[in-house]
T-cell receptor
Framework: DTGVSQNPRHKITKRGQNVTFRCDPI?????LYWYRQTLGQGPEFLTYFQNEAQLEKSRLLSDRFSAERPKGSFSTLEIQRTEQGDSAMYLC?????????????FGEGSRLTVL | GQNIDQPTEMTATEGAIVQINCTYQ??????LFWYQQHAGEAPTFLSYNVLDGLEEKGRFSSFLSRSKGYSYLLLKELQMKDSASYLCAGVDSNYQLIWGAGTKLIIKP
């Protein structure tokens, strides 16, 4: 399978714990996005990378959130000191370049439940 | 500000036609996407319009009017498997996607 892969698919944690999600994009894609989605809402932009460079980060993202893409391939999203409001689906998407193909390829998502 | 508006929910009958509307306001405009999302799954690409007019792709068609800031997704010969949320997303001047909240489409037999 050469699609976007995310893990873990589900994570249940207690409030205050740290969690990390991993995303493996389609190999030749140089753009990688992280979104958060709650029930009945569209995806909410968190951050994106062009290769290993983090080009934009949402103002809504608190300093408890950090994302990396160290070698321009896979990416991790870490949430520190989780809060119940962090419960959501965290979606990763990749694209070759939005200007070229006009399409994002999404992973299956990582669902976080904070108790 | 930037905003995408689409109806929250629509209901249609199997075999019929349904049109889902979307109006957008973005800072700059570099096209508009429609994505389909089944419950509990990731969004999947349906269409991308950057020029005015209608683009047809099988049972699904997407229309764009840049002067009106308006798009619609037309679904023909509805099938039960078309029950899903349909997300409209505009592309702003920085090539960032601005997402609507999605339209939940319910198909009845």
């Amino acid at each position: 399978d050469t699609g976007v892969s995310q893990n873990p698919r589900h994570k249940i944690t207690k409030r205050g714990q740290n969690v990390t999600f991993r995303c493996d994009p389609i190999s030749e894609h140089n753009r990688l996005y992280w979104y958060r989605q709650t029930l009945g809402q569209g995806p909410e932009f968190l951050t994106y990378f062009q290769n290993e460079a983090q080009l934009e980060k949402s103002r809504l993202l608190s300093d408890r959130f950090s994302a990396e893409r160290p070698k321009g391939s896979f990416s991790t999203l870490e949430i520190q000191r989780t809060e119940q409001g962090d419960s959501a689906m965290y979606l990763c998407a990749s694209s070759p370049s939005l200007r070229d193909t006009g399409e994002l390829f999404f992973g299956e998502g990582s669902r976080l439940t904070v108790l | 500000g930037q905003n995408i508006d689409q109806p929250t929910e629509m209901t249609a009958t199997e075999g019929a036609i349904v049109q889902i509307n979307c109006t957008y306001q973005t800072s700059g405009f570099n096209g508009l996407f429609w994505y389909q999302q089944h419950a509990g799954e990731a969004p999947t690409f349906l269409s991308y319009n950057v020029l005015d007019g209608l683009e047809e792709k099988g049972r699904f068609s997407s229309f764009l009017s840049r002067s009106k800031g308006y798009s619609y997704l037309l679904l023909k010969e509805l099938q039960m498997k078309d029950s899903a949320s349909y997300l409209c997303a505009g592309v702003d001047s920085n090539y960032q996607l601005i997402w609507g909240a999605g339209t939940k489409l319910i198909i009845k037999p």
